[in-house]
């Protein structure tokens, strides 16, 4: 069976290549159909992670560990509570628009605030200039910072020159070596020598 | 330059053309790199100290019984960065097959669902490959918390699965944090959940606006397409070697004509 799910995922990665370059009517249709079929896909997966979550949290209920066995109630009642919803009322609905506009975005947006926080606590770390390298980041990161305000418009130019010189040469030096990696990853998995579906 | 250009953005687009170009030109390189590897061509990788952490982990894992946490990132398999995520399945095998034989296996949390199938499977053969089939234990790969709109985008919104991976990171008893793939902002949140704790902590991501982050949090950092050259450095595959060599030929004859061009331009000849 290796060789079947090897020559599947061959034959589906290399027509989906050819759809990218080439305008051919079949190919297209099947490109269309493999997008398709990966978001069904992603669905069935869903379905699989949605036991292991349970798996995972049934266990510490049952086994009344104490840390965390309480969250583990709250996240599978929630998690059945929504999705009986969902099930019922379908999407998109007025009671699972209710759920995500007065439930999860405001809890996202109250979570992700607390980057600016860890930013700070980061950046004292990460800023202290032990070792030449560091000392650079602290400069480059000075100059930025200083720059920003007003009182030192002196800066602004040596700001502008860290964002446009070597801020961006590295980001693009960067950019350049992930695409050349993604690429050596794509081309392993396309050919079949990088087999993480089988053995 | 404009005509050719024009014939090309008229026939199959010149964005794909320029994509076919690069392919063409890493094809016969990837191929003459694998068979110079095949053939005994030994060649030096430059030391990353990432990766000699990692080799380091599982000692300190079974000396203090307490698991390793893999991270597999928030992307899954089939989006655009599928790449960064077979990035983390490399990490994924090479700790698993260390961890199947010491007294606390690895931990695994992701956030993709299309990554959990892989995930387990991996896991379930390295622990067959072990001989131990039965010690394997599928929740040790775990879905944390999926993004409600996975299916629909490959952009992928991670704030549920950050909190529980930060619940984790400062509850459960672990010896290293590794986080390997494609992350967001989140990455900081569930880093410096470590670095606070003193983990010792390996990782890195693609995304460059991510990177401070990855440099300000991580004890041993891994910098864009580090992450790629895992499989070559943690197993030595002769795929993974030789596609190594081939990007840093890529990556040479790039440079090359960067540099060119820069010099041609200074000198007004283009």
């Known amino acids: ?199 | 330059m404009d005509p050719i250009l024009s014939l090309l953005d008229s026939t199959i687009g010149a964005r794909q053309a320029r994509m076919l170009g690069v392919l063409l030109l890493f094809l016969p390189i990837f191929f003459f790199a694998y068979w110079a590897v095949k053939r005994g061509a030994r060649f030096v990788l430059r030391p990353i100290a990432a990766y000699a952490a990692l080799k380091g982990l599982f000692a300190r894992s079974a000396e203090a019984g307490q698991p390793v946490h893999l991270s597999l990132g928030t992307t899954g398999v089939g989006d655009q960065f599928t790449a960064d995520t077979a990035a983390a399945f490399n990490v994924l095998e090479y700790l698993a097959e260390r961890g199947a034989i010491s007294a606390a296996p690895l931990l695994v949390t992701l956030a993709h669902p299309t990554a959990l199938p892989v995930a387990q499977d991996i896991l379930r053969r390295v622990y067959r490959q072990m001989g131990m089939p039965e010690d394997y234990d599928p929740t040790r790969a775990r879905l944390l918390a999926p993004d409600p709109n996975c299916a629909a985008t490959a952009h992928q919104d991670a704030f549920a699965y950050a909190v529980s991976a930060m619940r984790l990171l400062t509850q459960q008893k672990l010896v290293a944090n590794v986080m390997v793939g494609r992350f967001g902002a989140e990455f900081l949140l569930m880093s410096e959940a470590g670095a606070q704790r003193g983990l010792t902590q390996v990782g890195g991501t693609s995304a460059p606006e991510v990177l401070p982050f990855v440099n300000a949090t991580m004890t041993h950092p891994l910098i864009g397409e580090e992450i790629y050259a895992g499989g070559a450095y943690l197993s030595g595959k002769p795929t993974h070697l030789s596609s190594l060599l081939a990007q840093d030929i890529l990556r040479g004859l790039i440079v090359a004509l960067v540099l060119g061009a820069v010099l041609f331009r200074t000198l007004g000849l283009i």
Request: charged share 15%; hydrophobic share 60%.
């Open chain 1, 1 to 199: 069976m290796r060789w079947l799910a090897t020559s599947v995922a061959i034959a589906v990665g290399l027509i989906t290549l050819l759809d990218y370059f080439f305008d051919v009517p079949i190919l297209d249709a099947l490109g269309v159909a493999f997008r398709q079929w990966t978001i069904i896909l992603t669905a069935f997966a869903l379905l699989l992670g949605v036991i292991n979550l349970l798996q995972v949290h049934l266990r510490r209920i049952i086994r009344r560990d104490e840390a965390s066995a309480g969250y583990s109630l709250i996240v599978v009642v929630t998690a059945t509570l929504v999705a009986s919803a969902g099930l019922w009322f379908g999407l998109p609905s007025e009671p699972m628009t209710w759920v995500f506009e007065n439930l999860y975005v405001p809890l996202q947006g109250a979570f992700f605030a607390l980057v600016a926080f860890f930013l700070a606590t980061a950046a004292y770390r990460a800023l202290r200039a032990r070792n030449l390298e560091t000392t650079w980041m602290l400069i480059a990161a000075l100059v930025v910072l200083l720059g920003q305000t007003p009182l030192l418009g002196v800066l602004t130019d040596a700001r502008e020159w860290v964002l446009n010189v070597p801020s961006t040469a590295g980001v693009r030096g960067i950019l350049i070596g992930v695409a050349l990696g993604t690429l050596a990853t794509a081309l392993r998995l396309l050919i079949g020598m990088d087999r993480p579906y089988s053995e």
